[in-house]
């Protein structure tokens, strides 16, 4: 029996470890049918025979194997810097084992709500593991990589549904999707088979009106911007950040790169903390180096730090800056969503006693800014109004913005610190989504990832692929109607929820 028991646990590992080829970049989708169902299969066949013990183990099990083997990149940040290599071994076990606790927590959950009919499981399944998803990428700095709806991010007709309800309420369908082949085989009436059925066909009226989505957005006429805006792809060495790199070669080979033309309107958009050894207020001293190529067609938008100074504290910050020609600095944004222990340390007090500081950040954590604006650029007759997100802020579904008075997304990133790994692709996928909810054209410029125009329905229009080094330029664009989502947000998520609620104890009720 005990042999058993530890043959259950192993398996509840392998099926969540298999279930991440699902995720970017393999997209293997159709696993999730076998993975999900028999992991549903599995907790239910245990609830009917009124298992007390384990309940949170089994979701915890799950979700380690699954966090194991989609988040081991997060481990190769730290093979840069030999103070965190110590670390390595509790990146690579203690992150899964911490993310999966919100599964464990979700299956606990489900063995204390007193249903016994598979068709109400089934509902409370979906609505716990849609719900606990949410939490997981809102608490505390939030976290929400690969919730299981990125297995569609390659079937751009099926997400058009996010620009109606957002990342997690499709996630929380696809759950249900996934898991749906289950309620056929735990099947009690004819009822349940129906929905079964109704699941599986779901796809299909979602592709359809997504087909027409994407139809619509092609049929729109074109516009064409009073300005281009160059989107760089470098592979510039993560030497940098240590103080190893030239000031003057690394701005040297981005202008070669950017390939400036004097006679056309352009904004080069360059990658986050692409330039080292230098702030800010800093970079004026490096005109002469544009001086022959750049002239007031010209404007600049580049990942750089900034620093502030008061009498009681020095405050560094993870910038998307402005500038003209001159390198005036024009108008800024100050990073909001800090990466834990890459751009800030957190007890940096009793930390550092220990030798540690924050990854990207040789001086100090970064601090966080205010909040995020709608970033305003009128200058030289140039007229843009962009939504800034840095890095890692692309990660967030629901609340990047408030004001959805926008001409586009501008997301700038520094993917180097993942290798030659999933990391970068996993990263990019979000783009597509918040593209998406959106309604809106996105333009991601990538040191060592993947750089892009992607366009309001998620097709990705121009692309520098990863390990790739040159420019795409974005010249027109099409004018599409606002979103849902960007009007209300994951208010969409809660009638989702409600919906679900309604189905689990109607269900119930039915003899």
Known sequence: MENKKYLEFIL????????????????????????????????????????????FLYGWLFGFGYFLTNLYWISISLTFDENFSFLIPFALILIPLFLGAFYGLATYIFFKIDLKKSISNFFLFSLLFGLIEFIRGNIFTGFPWNLIVFSFSENLEILQVLSFLGTYGLNMLCISFFASPAIFIL?????????????????????KLGSNNISSFELTKSVKNEYVIRTIGTKINLDRFYGNSDTAEVINELIKISQPDKNTKTVFLWPEGIIPNVSQKQLKEFEFLFSEKFNENHLLAIGINSYEQTDIKNYYYNTLSFYDHKLNLVNEYKKVKLVPFGEFLPFEKILKKLGLKSLTNNYQSFSSGDHREILLVDENNFDLKILPLICYEIIYSGNIFTNSDFDYIVNISEDGWFGNSIGPHQHFAHSIFRAIESGKYLLRSANNGISAIINPTGKIEKKIEFDQIGYIDFKDKKIFKETVFSKYGNKMFLIIILLYIFLIFSFNRIS
């Open 187 to 207: 099947r009690q009436n004819k009822k349940e088979i129906l929905v079964c059925v109704i699941f599986l066909l779901s796809p299909i009226f979602f592709f």
């Open 12 to 55: 509840l590992i392998a099926l969540g470890a298999f279930t991440s080829l699902s995720l970017p970049p393999y997209n293997y989708l159709l696993i999730n049918f076998l993975t999900i169902s028999l992991f549903f299969i599995y907790i239910f066949q245990k609830k009917k025979l009124n298992v007390k013990k384990h309940t």
